[in-house]
Each structure stands twice: as C-alpha cells, then as structure tokens.
C-alpha cells in the first residue's frame, strides 16, 4: 500500500490525541486565568481554546476529504482538508495571536498584581506535560513520515497538513507556557505587572510567526502542488513496462489530499495501430497503476506523439525545460 494511504490512519490519531491534551489543557489554564488575573495564563488560554477549535476542524475536514466524487465535484472533496487547513492557519493569527497581543498591551496598560502566582506554575507545569506528550507523538509520527528528509525539506514538501500542523502548535503551545512562567516570574518576583502583560505579547508575535508559516504552506496545497516526484517516476516506469505497444512521454500531477491524486499520462503508440489494441492497451496501463497506486483516485491517459507532448508543456510553461519536473522531455 502506498506511503500516503498507510500514514493516513496515524495521522488522525495523532490530531485526536492532540485535541484530549488541549481540552484538559483549555480547562486548567482558563481555571488559573480566573483564579490569578494573569494576562499572559489568559492569552495561554485563548491559545489553548483555539487549538482545541483547530483540531476540530481539521477532523472535520478530513472527514469531508473522504467523500465520494458527485456529478458537482467530479474529481471529489479531497481539497476540503486543505481549505480548513487554510482556515486553521487564519484562525491562528485572528484569534490566538489577536488575542494575546490585545491582551498583553491592555494588562500593560491596567495591569494589576498576579494573585497566588503559585497557581500559575502549577496549571503550567501540567499543561507542559500534557502538551509535551501530545508534542512526542505528533513529531515521532512526523519523524517517520519525513524518512531521509531534513525537517523543514519535509515541511515544504510534505502534503498532510494536520501532521506537520499538530506539531507545530504543539512546539508553539509548549514556547508560549514558557513565557507564560518567564511572565509570571519576572511580573511577581520584580513587582513589575507589566512584565506579564510583555509576556502575552510574546506569545501573539509567536503565534502570528507560525500562523504565517502554516497558511504559506497551506496556501501552496490549495491552489494545486504536484504529487511527490517519486510517484511520477512510479507512473512512467508502470506504463513503459506495461506494454511493448506505447512509450511514456510524461505525465502531469495534482495533488487533491494526502492519500488523493490526480494524474493526466501521455502515452504515444505506433501510427498503424487499431484503436481496440489502444483501448486494451490504456486499460491495462490504468488497472497496473490504480493497482500499484491507490492514491490515484483520477487518471487521463492521452495518446499522442512525443512532440505533440513536448509542444503542449512548451505553451503551458514556457519552454520544456522549464516545466514541472514530472513532466518528461
């Protein structure tokens, strides 16, 4: 089975282990909020509410993701996951980062003396535990899925938002409880309230920082990214070593989710061939590569002459050379 369909599986339990740790989290920092007055545990909690928003809709995107193609969206749902990736990224910078910005500025502003900062310490020490569990399991599930890949190569190139997305606001959750403490230390130890409310704007420049990050990538999926290369070269050698009839000219990819492709195979065949030994010939190719590839939920097969091939690349970008690089020249 291929790499997509298999990590499919881990990656939604890791978004729902990720969603129990920021629910019990979202509990005890609102507690200590209420219980303190402490701006910077305030804007944690509006972080921690937030990333308990976002693993539900990254749920509910793959849900919608796995539905069946219609006559209204022939090629199928899979981009929804990419959309509410999208929106999960915006909701980041609007409401997490939003948020404690305001937040800090106006305890800065007003800011009041941290009551029992004892308390504090405690709810962050558990949310730090619960954070940094669901913290390990997402960055095993990611470190694996990267395979001899340097992380951020795996970031750029990776097409399962939820996977690196759980990790990155689980690095960002566990950063933002240690300015929380810093926050709360230096504002209570140094009698200066102030420092708390410098520690919630820490907090929102941090979280604005990964918001942007995640939409740029997000972004790229939803507007149409290529499949992995290794797939394209997959394609090219199952329909050369399928029939001794036809030659692989290239082949184009799209990717529509992380276990759905689409992709359209150029294929040139002899001049004298009967058209029932071209159709028998593309079913073949299309039955080998569905069945070494199961991601490819729509495939286009096209004959045409190699230079035929090589004059459309040319019109669409540019020139050959200059083409996406599963394409073949």
């Given at each position: 089975m291929s790499r997509a369909l298999s990590t499919a599986s881990s990656t939604k339990r890791v978004v729902y282990i990720a969603l129990a740790g920021n629910l019990l989290v979202t509990a005890t920092k609102f507690g200590a909020a209420l219980w303190t007055g402490s701006s910077a545990m305030l804007s944690e909690s509006v972080h921690s509410l937030v990333d308990t928003s976002n693993e539900l809709l990254l749920l509910y995107g793959m849900k919608r993701a796995s539905r069946r193609p219609d006559a209204e969206h022939p090629i199928g749902y899979g981009r929804e996951l990419y959309f509410w990736s999208f929106i999960v990224a915006l909701q980041v910078f609007a409401l997490g980062a939003g948020v404690s910005i305001y937040e800090g500025i106006l305890h800065m502003r007003h800011g009041e003396p941290i009551a029992n900062p004892a308390v504090n310490y405690i709810v962050l020490g558990l949310a730090f535990v619960f954070d940094g569990a669901s913290w390990w399991v997402s960055f095993r599930q990611f470190r694996a899925a990267k395979g001899d890949m340097g992380y951020y190569e795996a970031l750029r190139s990776s097409k399962d938002p939820p996977?690196?997305?759980?990790?990155?606001?689980?690095?960002?959750?566990?950063?933002?409880?240690?300015?929380?403490?810093?926050?709360?230390?230096?504002?209570?130890?140094?009698?200066?309230?102030?420092?708390?409310?410098?520690?919630s704007i820490l907090i929102g420049v941090m979280l604005a920082a990964t918001a942007s990050l995640l939409a740029r990538e997000s972004k790229s999926l939803l507007i149409g990214e290529r499949a992995d290369r290794g797939l394209s070269d997959s394609i090219l050698r199952i329909a050369e070593a399928a029939s001794p009839l036809s030659r692989a000219n290239g082949v184009l990819t799209v990717q529509l989710a992380p276990d759905q492709v689409l992709a359209g195979?150029?294929?040139?065949?002899p001049p004298d061939l009967r058209a029932t030994q071209i159709e028998e010939s593309v079913i073949d190719i299309e039955r080998q590569i569905r069945a070494s590839h199961p991601e490819v939920v729509t495939l286009f097969i096209k004959p045409q002459t190699d230079a035929t091939w090589k004059e459309a690349i040319r019109r669409r970008f540019?020139?050959?050379?200059?083409?996406?690089?599963?394409?073949?020249?």
């Open positions: 996977s690196f997305m759980v990790l990155f606001e689980d690095t960002a959750d566990l950063i933002g409880i240690v300015l929380a403490a810093l926050g709360t230390y230096a504002a209570s130890s140094l009698k200066l309230p102030v420092l708390d409310g410098v520690a195979l150029s294929l040139q065949f540019g020139s050959v050379d200059t083409g996406p690089r599963d394409t073949r020249a």
